[in-house]
T-cell receptor
Framework: QKEVEQNSGPLSVPEGAIASLNCTYS??????FFWYRQYSGKSPELIMS????GDKEDGRFTAQLNKASQYVSLLIRDSQPSDSATYLC??????????????FGRGTQLTVWP | AAGVIQSPRHLIKEKRETATLKCYPI?????VYWYQQGPGQDPQFLIS???????DKGSIPDRFSAQQFSDYHSELNMSSLELGDSALYFC???????????FGPGTRLLVL
């Protein structure tokens, strides 16, 4: 089982809609969670980080964390064609020997059509 | 703002050759991480360094080695290259291992 699982997608939404991306993780002690956006052939770009249960909003992006359910999500409101990319969920685990490394999900490919 | 710098950006090698990838972290960042991303795959952690010491080791082949120098830049040395080593190699950096990791633009390695 992978440390981080994402809904596989691909996800296709019309411009202006809400895109919902989901992620679950296996290490219950994990404390740090990140969403990265990656365009094809480019490096991951940080979109959001979240550390506490609840919602965290930044512009059109909202990250949601539920540690009891080991679930992280990313909502993109008013989706734009420029949001079309692969979204990677990443988790930093709590295990001492692996403290710091990120575990990534396989990514969800989002397409926003005009 | 300064970002992570990686060089070279593209590299073509033959099988069994060696390659050296370089990473220059964001100023004042003391931790460097290396990730490998194969085609259509998620990034896989290879190795990390904190204050010039290896801090964690992931799925890095024995043919690969890495180090962090006194100026905090890092080099990933890859020997006896195989076709399967063709991938994007990302370096990321942060401060003190507990902050967000910022990724460099990557080195695209093609092994023929």
């Amino acid at each position: 089982q992978k440390e981080v699982e994402q809904n596989s997608g691909p996800l296709s939404v019309p411009e202006g809609a809400i895109a919902s991306l989901n992620c679950t993780y296996s290490d219950r002690g994990s404390q740090s969670f990140f969403w990265y956006r990656q365009y094809s052939g480019k490096s991951p770009e940080l979109i959001m980080s979240i550390y506490s249960n609840g919602d965290k909003e930044d512009g059109r992006f909202t990250a949601q964390l539920n540690k009891a359910s080991q679930y992280v999500s990313l909502l993109i409101r008013d989706s734009q064609p420029s949001d079309s990319a692969t979204y990677l969920c990443a988790v930093k685990t709590s295990r001492g020997s692996t403290l710091g490394r990120l575990y990534f999900g396989r990514g969800t490919q989002l397409t926003v059509w005009p | 703002a300064a970002g992570v710098i990686q060089s070279p950006r593209h590299l073509i090698k033959e099988k069994r050759e060696t390659a050296t990838l370089k990473c220059y972290p964001i100023p004042r960042h003391d931790t460097v991480y290396w990730y490998q991303q194969g085609p259509g795959q998620d990034p896989q952690f290879l190795i990390s360094f904190y204050e010039k010491m290896q801090s964690d080791k992931g799925s890095i082949p024995d043919r690969f080695s890495a180090q962090q120098f006194s100026d905090y830049h890092s080099e990933l040395n890859m020997s006896s290259l195989e076709l399967g080593d063709s991938a994007l190699y990302f370096c990321a950096s942060n401060m003190g291992r507990v902050e967000t990791q910022y990724f460099g633009p990557g080195t695209r390695l093609l092994v023929l």
